[in-house]
């Protein structure tokens, strides 16, 4: 009998034992009490079900034939649900078996893949009691362990293709409408000129009957007439002007956006690239923080030793006083001689003690891992000019250096510049430093990325055509996206809010050139200077719009959402992490990604 058989046998054996009242089938209860005495703690019972469903001809029940399938389904989610439970927790760094709906649909981008169906989030999104609030496991484990139908993908990829191409009909009907309106008016047109025409042979009788009479209101009339066509001519070329205008705006915002999304998913990758490099990272922290564990074993004792090495150097500096006073109380060239030869040798004592004592300081102060100590103990190593047989010098210089680079690394995190922050970095990957303070580059990264795009807004902004401020600073009467955004701009820029509260005065400010331009005011803008109230007022203010909102309103006004957003997300990080009381190295908390297309914002915390 091969493998495969006796497995089968042993299921249908399992099954004879469940099925207690001979039906020859298995409920979805009698099937999770069957798999909770295989594996320890079972599964729920909705995977049970989910498990018959993927399984089973009937979802509510399993036949003998059935079953060896069935445990294998059952044993593969019973195996992924302990993954993705880790996964989770990792991801609810409160502890409270919830996270936010932007995390649960990463964790379901990061299980599904290239498989991931944004049709089947939304559907599993419009199928909680309250959609928007905190996701438990229980609700998502099903999910996660379904495995994804690459036809329905197909299926939906092709209904969005679908989309799309209906979009196009559409815009090409529309051009076809506005072709038959452009000779519709071309017609009419030709039509009042046939009629002036006619109009005008019949006043020609008239004024061939009385020429003298009409002369000078001919001359009237035909004046008239050309200012009229003029007129006319200067109203369909103004028509044709601004449909041509509008076709073009059009284009350009589906470019822009389509060049955005580019950009986020770039963003996306990025971050996930962090995050491989970070748990990378942390496995070799966690091997170097094993090796000095074990260094510290074997160095266990070495306080001790230096203090008896201090000790024994002491004696001997007294040995070589005391033979330096029997040398000076030698009454004879014997005894002379003898106490010369006992002060030489004394002094050959001391010598190697205080040796022994500076090597075993020095092992001492590279334990500890203290600064001053090892400086103190590698300046008396080099005076003393003892070789390095132990490699112990060079370890001490490697960390004077490595908390050199740290210190580096927390002052330019401190002075949140991205040139500053981007040197202490590169310092300690340069030095393959990372392992040794892995908790300071996973913060020193975050900040990196948050900095990166403040600075890609800040040039979004700087490469704004003046036609786009124009068009801002051109309502009469805004909608409220754009007069709450700018606002909130203008606010972050340091003006009073006294100041923001006509439109009018607000038009003065958007339309300044020079020093006090709008762009080069946000472009020169420093975060670390704009106060905590002014930027908790923003994130009120905007919290009631979202990115789309504001954008199909107006593209301009969208790019100074998404840098006033990104911006007073950071002073209030900053201040949250003061309040804390928490440094800038310090990361508090488990890995977080947030993909916030609402707000057009992309944050990382590790």
């Known amino acids: 009998m091969s493998e495969k058989d006796a497995k089968r046998a042993v299921a249908a054996k399992l099954f004879q034992q469940h099925d207690k009242t001979g039906r020859g089938e298995l409920t979805a209860r009698q099937m999770q009490g069957l798999h909770e005495a295989i594996r320890i703690g079972g599964i729920s019972l909705a995977q049970v079900r989910a498990a018959m469903s993927y399984s089973c001809l009937m979802d509510d029940c399993c036949e003998p034939s059935e079953l060896f399938d069935l445990l294998k389904e059952m044993d593969r989610r019973y195996f992924l649900v302990q993954d993705l439970r880790w996964e989770f927790a990792l991801l609810d760094r409160e502890q409270?078996?919830?996270?936010?709906?932007?995390?649960?649909?990463?964790?379901?981008?990061?299980?599904?893949?290239?498989?991931?169906?944004?049709?089947?989030?939304?559907?599993?999104?419009?199928?909680?009691?309250?959609?928007?609030?905190?996701?438990?496991?229980?609700?998502?484990?099903?999910?996660?362990?379904?495995?994804?139908?690459?036809?329905?993908?197909?299926?939906?990829?092709?209904?969005?293709?679908?989309?799309?191409?209906?979009?196009?009909?559409?815009?090409?009907?529309?051009?076809?409408?506005?072709?038959?309106?452009?000779?519709?008016?071309?017609?009419?047109?030709?039509?009042?000129?046939?009629?002036?025409?006619?109009?005008?042979?019949?006043?020609?009788?008239?004024?061939?009957?009385?020429?003298?009479?009409?002369?000078?209101?001919?001359?009237?009339?035909?004046?008239?007439?050309?200012?009229?066509?003029?007129?006319?001519?200067?109203?369909?070329?103004?028509?044709?002007?601004?449909?041509?205008?509008?076709?073009?705006?059009?284009?350009?915002?589906?470019?822009?956006?389509?060049?955005?999304?580019?950009?986020?998913?770039?963003?996306?990758?990025?971050?996930?690239?962090?995050?491989?490099?970070?748990?990378?990272?942390?496995?070799?922290?966690?091997?170097?923080?094993?090796?000095?564990?074990?260094?510290?074993?074997?160095?266990?004792?070495?306080?001790?030793?230096?203090?008896?090495?201090?000790?024994?150097?002491?004696?001997?500096?007294?040995?070589?006083?005391?033979?330096?006073?029997?040398?000076?109380?030698?009454?004879?060239?014997?005894?002379?001689?003898?106490?010369?030869?006992?002060?030489?040798?004394?002094?050959?004592?001391?010598?190697?003690?205080?040796?022994?004592?500076?090597?075993?300081?020095?092992?001492?102060?590279?334990?500890?891992?203290?600064?001053?100590?090892?400086?103190?103990?590698?300046?008396?190593?080099?005076?003393?000019?003892?070789?390095?047989?132990?490699?112990?010098?060079?370890?001490?210089?490697?960390?004077?250096?490595?908390?050199?680079?740290?210190?580096?690394?927390?002052?330019?995190?401190?002075d949140r510049t991205l040139e500053g922050l981007e040197g202490a970095i590169n310092e300690v990957k340069k030095n393959g430093f990372e392992a040794y303070m892995p908790q300071e580059m996973a913060a020193a990264n975050k900040m990196l990325l948050g900095l990166k795009r403040l600075k890609k807004l800040k040039d979004e902004i700087l490469n704004l055509k003046q036609s786009t401020v124009a068009e801002i600073r051109s309502y009469k009467k805004p909608p409220p996206q754009v007069e709450k955004v700018m606002s909130a701009t203008f606010l972050l820029l340091g003006n009073k809010e006294i100041e923001l509260k006509d439109w009018k005065k607000m038009q003065g400010l958007i339309g300044k050139t020079g020093k006090e331009s709008l762009k080069r005011r946000v472009v020169e803008i420093d975060p670390n200077k704009i106060p905590t109230p002014t930027a908790q007022k923003v994130c009120n203010m905007l919290a009631e719009f979202d990115l789309e909102q504001v954008r199909d309103v107006s593209a301009g006004t969208a790019v100074f959402f998404a840098w006033a957003s990104a911006t007073q997300e950071d002073v209030l990080e900053r201040e949250k992490q003061k309040a804390e009381g928490a440094s800038p190295a310090e990361l508090k908390g488990r890995r977080k990604i947030k993909n916030d297309t609402a707000t057009g914002s992309l944050t990382i915390n590790l």
């Open 96 to 414: 409270r078996d919830l996270i936010p709906e932007d995390q649960a649909r990463f964790l379901f981008e990061v299980v599904h893949g290239q498989l991931f169906s944004q049709k089947q989030w939304e559907r599993f999104r419009s199928s909680r009691p309250v959609p928007g609030t905190d996701v438990s496991f229980a609700e998502v484990e099903v999910e996660l362990c379904n495995i994804p139908n690459r036809e329905a993908l197909a299926l939906e990829q092709l209904e969005d293709q679908r989309e799309l191409e209906e979009r196009q009909r559409r815009l090409e009907e529309r051009k076809l409408i506005e072709e038959q309106r452009r000779r519709e008016i071309e017609e009419e047109k030709k039509k009042r000129q046939e009629e002036e025409l006619s109009r005008q042979q019949e006043e020609e009788a008239e004024e061939q009957r009385e020429i003298l009479r009409v002369h000078e209101e001919e001359e009237r009339l035909k004046k008239n007439k050309e200012e009229e066509l003029h007129e006319q001519d200067e109203q369909e070329r103004g028509k044709k002007e601004a449909l041509e205008r509008e076709a073009k705006e059009r284009v350009e915002l589906e470019e822009s956006e389509q060049e955005a999304e580019r950009k986020r998913q770039l963003e996306i990758i990025e971050v996930q690239q962090a995050l491989e490099a970070q748990r990378a990272l942390e496995k070799r922290a966690s091997a170097l923080k094993e090796e000095e564990r074990r260094e510290a074993e074997t160095d266990e004792n070495a306080e001790e030793e230096a203090a008896r090495a201090a000790e024994m150097e002491r004696l001997a500096l007294e040995e070589a006083k005391k033979a330096e006073e029997a040398l000076k109380l030698a009454k004879n060239a014997a005894e002379r001689k003898a106490a010369e030869e006992a002060q030489k040798a004394a002094k050959e004592k001391a010598k190697r003690e205080k040796a022994d004592r500076i090597r075993k300081e020095l092992k001492v102060a590279i334990k500890k891992k203290d600064k001053e100590m090892i400086a103190r103990s590698v300046e008396e190593f080099k005076v003393a000019k003892l070789a390095d047989t132990d490699g112990d010098l060079k370890k001490a210089e490697t960390i004077l250096k490595r908390i050199k680079a740290k210190e580096n690394l927390v002052k330019a995190m401190e």
